[in-house]
């Protein structure tokens, strides 16, 4: 049947499942192809205004030669047109990388005027009626760059690494604004805020702000951000606890957080500086928590439901889920600790009996600890009948417990036991130095199994977990 005598609507539903790189090659079977695919072949550009070079004098922004620039500025010209630019939706900034690209051979010099390709496209942007994201990484914004992004409406995802805002100090927007849902500041800590990330806080509106990423210690002052949902932010666990305390509330409706670790402090904390008790209710909409269990203490009033917990003794963990509002809310369970034996398992399984998901990294410190963990998990009196997914992986032996240590076909009887147990068990992975149970059960009843008790093997396993924890 000719191509037009199908809707436009219906051959884009088609095109879309076509992969990217054989659509240029549909495009080009008809003109009514080509108009069709439009809109999908020209969905992202990728752009590198400049490559950095680095020498005794300092970092310098340079140029590839004349003829390059001159190439680059026709290509953009063609993104830019009004028959492109619509279609749109999101734009990569990066550093030409001279070691991997095709143009590794260009001569690449210092230049006075570094930012004329750049230039050129932020002169462009609100040509790109419908770019909604927009990720730069290593990229020196000049005020002009900004003004130039507040104007893009369709604007909702910005995403920098690293990037620098120049003149910081005669900066001066007239109160434009971006209306983002989300924005990520990836700079390490090494780097100065005044000059990576301050410049962009006021540029943010509250009452658009859905999701915000700094991997750098967060504002204490500034308005406050209501209507945030998904923190990932950065405490310093050595600063005052009072400015701690301002800079989360600025986030009160937060219901996903992260908190990162960073700095020079790498440590476990002893509590010193940990949130007190009496600001348990700091965020009391709070569903998930990624972070130090030292910081636990700000969700002892929230419904928790998922809780990613930093290496920290089991003794530890369990004081805290002690003192949360409803632990038999949480359904989900991430934690590395410094210990585990059967009993400690047990006073986590009584304060979270509704689990749905565990997974645990302990360290054990005997081969024979951990075969004696192992034997008991199917017996642990609370074990949640609601488990779907368990993995437990003990590591810090390297001893042989002779005879005592589990063999193959004392997996595959704790596995059978647990399976008895927890019916609704769907995915499981345990292992130690010497061995690895894998064991997982498709929707239609089929199951995929290994079981490996040799110490290279079931080392050589572990490189798989990722791909199981995904896919559980």
């Not at 990932?232 to 400015?243: E, S």
């Not at 024979?368 to 609370?382: E, G, H, I």
Request: hydrophobic share 45%.
């Amino acid at each position: 049947m000719p191509p037009p005598a199908f809707p436009g609507e219906l051959w884009l539903q088609v095109f879309s499942d076509v992969p990217q790189d054989t659509l240029p090659a549909v495009s080009l079977t008809n003109n009514a192809f080509c108009q069709l695919a439009r809109p999908l072949l020209f969905t992202h550009l990728d752009f590198h205004p400049y490559a950095s070079d680095v020498s005794d004098a300092g970092i310098a922004l340079v140029l590839p030669s004349p003829d390059e620039v001159a190439r680059s500025m026709e290509r953009l010209r063609f993104w830019c047109s009004d028959a492109i630019a619509p279609h749109v939706r999101s734009i990569r900034i990066s550093l030409w990388d001279r070691r991997t690209a095709p143009w590794s051979a260009w001569a690449f010099s210092r230049t006075d005027a570094p930012f004329v390709l750049q230039d050129a496209l932020f002169a462009h942007l609100e040509h790109f009626t419908g770019l909604l994201r927009l990720s730069a990484n290593c990229i020196a914004f000049t005020g002009t760059d900004l003004s130039s992004l507040c104007r893009v409406s369709a604007l909702q995802h910005l995403h920098l690494s690293s990037c620098t805002v120049m003149a910081v100090e005669g900066l001066d927007l007239f109160g434009q604004t971006l209306a983002l849902s989300g924005f990520t500041n990836s700079t390490p800590l090494s780097l100065d805020p005044r000059l990576y990330v301050r410049p962009w806080l006021p540029l943010l509106r509250p009452e658009h702000l859905r999701e915000l990423h700094l991997d750098c210690v967060g504002p204490s002052a500034g308005p406050d951000f209501p209507r945030v949902r998904r923190l990932t932010i950065n405490l310093n666990p050595i600063a005052d606890v009072n400015r701690n305390i301002a800079i989360l509330s600025k986030f009160r409706n937060v219901e996903v957080l992260t908190i990162l670790k960073g700095g020079r402090w790498q440590g476990k904390l002893d509590g010193t500086y940990a949130i007190p008790a009496q600001e348990s209710g700091l965020l009391p909409a709070l569903k998930e928590f990624t972070g130090p269990c030292e910081y636990l203490s700000i969700a002892h009033r929230a419904d928790l439901a998922c809780l990613s917990v930093e290496v920290c003794s089991s003794a530890q963990l369990i004081a805290q889920l002690e003192r949360v509002w409803r632990p038999a809310s949480i359904t989900s369970l991430y934690v590395n600790l410094e210990d585990l034996d059967d009993t400690a398992l047990d006073a986590v399984f009584n304060l979270c009996p509704r689990l749905v998901e565990l997974r645990i990294g302990a360290i054990i410190r005997t081969a024979l600890q951990a075969a004696t963990f192992f034997r008991a998990l199917p017996r642990v009196p609370s074990l949640p009948l609601t488990l779907k997914t368990l993995c437990i992986g003990s590591a810090g032996h390297n001893d042989d417990c002779g005879d005592a240590r589990i063999r193959g076909s004392e997996l595959l009887t704790i596995r059978d036991m647990l399976v008895a147990r927890c019916a609704a068990l769907g995915s499981l992975w345990l292992c130690a130095a010497g061995f690895t149970l894998l064991w997982r059960k498709s929707v239609d009843g089929t199951v995929h199994e290994a079981c490996v008790e040799d110490r290279g093997r079931a080392q050589h396993m572990l490189y798989g977990f990722d791909d199981f924890w995904e896919t559980r």
